[in-house]
Structure formats: C-alpha cells, structure tokens
C-alpha cells in the first residue's frame, strides 16, 4: 500500500490498515503538513508507526517543470523534515503526479532517494524492473479484482501487490465509483488480511529484499546459492522453505 499527499484521512487508514495487519507507506509532502485538511507534524511519528514514510516533495510541484537546483531542493528539504519529523532515515519518494525524467533519475542517489515510485500501474505482479521508476501493481480502484487474481494466482515465483492511491479518494461521494468509499477499502482489507502465503511489508522493506535478491550470487554447477547482502533470503527447494541468512550460502541438493 502507497498513499500520497499527508491527508487528513490517512488517520482512518491507518487505523484501517492497522485492524486488519496492513503495512503501508506514506508519502508526504512537508510543506503541506499544518495545513488545513492535512496531517499535522506532530502527530507524523506515532499515527505512521509500523508503517514507512518516504518523500513527495515538499510543494509537490511538477518536478520535470523545475530546474536541478529547484528539484534538489524540493527533495532534499522534504527528506530532512521527515527525518526529523519521524526519527528514522527516509530513502523513498513518489514522484509527484507520477511524472519524472532522466535528469531527475540521475540525481536521486546523490539526495539519499533509493526507489522512486510512479503512478504507472502495471496490471500485473512483476517485481520492479528500475528502482528509479518503480511501477506499482494498481490504483485501489481496481484492488479488489487484482487482489483476487493475486490471491488465486499463488506460485512459487515471488509475486507483489502493490496498490496505490490518495486517502482522501475514499471520502468521495455522489459518486458512482464504488472504490470511493470506506467500505471498498475495508473489503480490500479484508480480502489480503491473514494469508499465510503472503508477506505484508512497506516499500522500502520490499526494496531491501529485491536488492538482495540481485546480489545473490550462484556457484557455476548451480547448487549453492550466497547471500552476500544484510537481508535474510527465502527460496523454496523442492517444496520446501529455505533461509539464507545474510552472508552465508545454502547448498541445494
């Protein structure tokens, strides 16, 4: 779950997400934060507890519209302030609007952002092919459908559901899109809540993993698998579940 923007009605997500063992991640603009219909800063670092918080600039301005300097800015500031906000070291961000270009690409690692994410959906349960331009699965107005497929669509193959969209959507009314509104959410909830072939986690978390899976290095006969990273790997052998614990190797027979 990514939701953007600091809405006031992240309390009732949270509180949602919470009930039903949801991990989510909150992507906040700092320069919103005090004002009216948005979160205030004091409650940042106990209402998002469990969950991540990552960047979405401070203004949410167009980046692609600004020059370098202003887009260092607009990330750079919002980092700081949600890292002192929230005690903890912020290393995403999602791109305002969804839009991004290579310059902005390029200057990422040098302001601490390690995965940006998009508001490309896929329609699918990939893992991220660039970190920098990171797709998710869907807006939550197709989550029930796509939450179903995923749930039925159980494989060996690591699969993510990554689901997206603005708390204050589901305060929406005279409206007749059924995903604006509580109970749609609440569904969802219900729907992905206590599966034991799925792992709940935040972005960031999902991030660390998919690194180590790309460090991971196999012999030349294909029967040991090192795990050079700080994450824990899993791998199902044979129909059984196997840990790689960081820096250690599994010999597969």
């Known amino acids: 779950m990514s939701y953007d923007d600091g ?17 989510g991640t909150f992507n906040l ?25 990552a960047c979405h600039t401070v203004n949410h301005p167009d980046l692609t519209h600004l020059s370098i300097a202003d887009i260092r800015r607009e ?20 791109y305002p609007f969804g839009t991004y270009d290579e310059r902005i690409v390029q200057l990422l690692p040098e302001l601490g952002i390690e995965y940006a994410r998009t508001a490309s ?5 990939r893992l991220p092919e660039t970190l920098a331009a990171w797709q998710p699965t869907t807006h939550h107005q197709n989550a029930w459908a796509l939450g179903e ?17 603005h708390s204050y959507e589901l305060d929406g009314f005279m409206t007749g899109d059924a995903s604006k509104n509580w109970q749609f959410m609440e569904s969802v909830c219900q729907l992905l809540h206590g599966q034991d072939a799925v792992h709940y986690t935040t972005t960031i978390d999902l991030m660390d993993y998919v690194v ?42």
């Open 7 to 23: 809405s006031e009605h992240d309390r009732r997500l949270v509180e949602m997400f919470n009930r039903w063992e949801i991990k």
């Open 212 to 253: 180590a899976l790309r460090w991971a290095t196999w012999s030349s006969s294909n029967r040991q698998l090192r795990n050079p990273s700080r994450s824990s790997l899993w791998l199902d052998w044979r129909g059984h579940l196997m840990e790689i614990p960081p820096g250690q190797a599994a010999v597969l027979v």
């Open 121 to 125: 959906s896929t329609q699918d349960f």
């Open 75 to 94: 990330i750079e500031q919002d980092r700081a302030v949600l890292e002192a906000l929230t005690g903890q070291a912020v290393r995403g961000l999602a």
């Open 29 to 53: 603009n700092s320069g919103k934060l005090n004002q009216p219909h948005h979160i205030a800063m004091q409650e940042v670092q106990d209402l998002y507890r469990g969950h991540e918080v």
């Open 149 to 165: 497929q995923f749930l039925q669509s159980m494989s060996s193959q690591l699969q993510v559901l990554s689901i997206w969209g």
